[in-house]
C-alpha cells in the first residue's frame, strides 16, 4: 500500500517530469527547457546545456534582424526543439534525408543536433533559413507566394554561397518557381532550384532597393494578388518585372563555351 507521503512524492516527480516536456512530445524523449521573450528551446538529453544557449543566443539575434529587415514579428512564441540524433530528427519531421538541417513546419523549428549542424558548417544558415520562414509564414498565409517566401529566405540565409551556377536554366515566369519547388525536393536538383530563389531576391534587391524588396511581405493582406503588390510597392507591371527577371536567371545561368 502506498503511504500519503510517498504518494505526494511520486505526484511532485510527474509534476516537474510533466515540466521538461513541450506539448505535443512523447514523454519518453525527455527535453530540457530554455525560455525568452520569443522562444522555447526545448532540448533532448544528448545535447548540452551550453548548445542549447547557443542556439538560443543566435535564435535572439535573428529576430532581431528579421524584425529589422522585415518590419514583422511573430504573433506567439515560436516552439524550438533540438533532437540528440539526427534519425530522431528524421523521424519527427517525416524527412527522409539528412541534407536539410533544421526545418519549420506547423509552428514548431526542429534542429538536428548543434554537434552535427557545427560539423557540417550548417548551423547558421540551416538555422536563419528556417526563422526567415517562420518569421513569413502570415504573409504566405494572406496570398504571398511560396516562390517568393523561399527567395527572400535563401537570400537572407547565405546558403547559395559557393554554389555552383545551374547551367541553361529556362525560365519565364515566377510560377515556373512554385512548380521547380515541388518537383525537385532534394539535392543536388534542390541546390539549383535555391540557387534560382536567392538570384531572384538578388534581382528585385538590385533592381527596386532592398527597402522595397524587403517591404513587398508585409503587403500581402489576404485580399490583394501578387500582381498587384508588386506594382503598389515596386511601381511596375508585374509582367514588367517578370520579364526582367527571366533575363537577369538567364544571364546568370548561361552556358559558355
Known amino acids: 500500500m502506498i503511504t500519503m507521503t510517498r504518494a505526494r512524492t511520486m505526484a511532485l516527480a510527474g509534476l516537474l517530469l510533466a515540466a521538461c516536456v513541450p506539448s505535443g512530445v512523447p514523454a519518453q524523449d525527455l527535453f530540457s527547457t530554455l525560455s525568452s521573450a520569443h522562444f522555447?528551446?526545448?532540448?533532448?538529453?544528448?545535447v548540452t546545456p551550453e548548445e542549447a544557449r547557443k542556439v538560443m543566443e543566435y535564435l535572439q539575434s535573428q529576430y532581431k534582424s528579421l524584425e529589422t529587415d522585415l518590419g514583422l514579428q511573430l504573433k506567439t512564441k515560436l516552439d524550438v526543439r533540438i533532437?540528440?540524433?539526427?534519425?530522431?530528427f528524421l523521424s519527427e519531421t517525416t524527412l527522409k534525408r539528412p541534407w536539410r538541417g533544421a526545418l519549420y513546419q506547423r509552428g514548431v523549428l526542429h534542429l538536428q543536433p548543434v554537434s552535427a549542424l557545427l560539423q557540417r558548417k550548417m548551423f547558421d544558415k540551416s538555422i536563419g533559413y528556417e526563422m526567415a520562414i517562420a518569421f513569413l509564414e502570415e504573409s504566405g498565409q494572406k496570398?504571398?507566394?511560396?516562390?517568393?517566401?523561399?527567395?527572400?529566405?535563401?537570400?537572407?540565409?547565405?546558403?547559395?554561397?559557393?554554389?555552383?551556377?545551374?547551367?541553361?536554366?529556362?525560365?519565364?515566369?515566377?510560377?515556373?518557381?512554385?512548380?521547380?519547388?515541388?518537383?525537385?525536393?532534394?539535392?543536388?536538383?534542390?541546390?539549383?532550384v535555391h540557387y534560382i530563389l536567392a538570384s531572384t531576391m538578388t534581382f528585385l534587391v538590385q533592381s527596386y532597393g532592398e527597402k522595397k524588396a524587403f517591404r513587398v511581405y508585409r503587403e500581402f493582406d489576404g485580399a490583394t494578388g501578387v500582381d498587384r503588390?508588386?506594382?503598389?510597392?515596386?511601381?511596375?507591371?508585374?509582367?514588367?518585372?517578370?520579364?526582367?527577371?527571366?533575363?537577369?536567371?538567364?544571364?546568370?545561368?548561361?552556358s559558355f563555351k
Not at 522555447?40 to 538529453?45: E, F
Not at 537572407?156 to 515566377?174: D, I
Open 143 to 192: 496570398g504571398c507566394p511560396r516562390w517568393l517566401l523561399e527567395s527572400f529566405a535563401s537570400y537572407y540565409s547565405g546558403e547559395t554561397a559557393g554554389m555552383t551556377p545551374p547551367l541553361g536554366a529556362r525560365l519565364t515566369a515566377f510560377s515556373d518557381l512554385n512548380q521547380d519547388i515541388q518537383e525537385y525536393p532534394n539535392p543536388p536538383q534542390r541546390d539549383d
Open 229 to 254: 503588390v508588386f506594382k503598389k510597392v515596386f511601381g511596375d507591371e508585374y509582367s514588367t518585372i517578370e520579364k526582367g527577371w527571366a533575363k537577369y536567371i538567364a544571364s546568370r545561368t548561361a
Open 40 to 46: 522555447d528551446v526545448h532540448y533532448q538529453r544528448g
Open 83 to 88: 533532437y540528440e540524433s539526427v534519425g530522431k
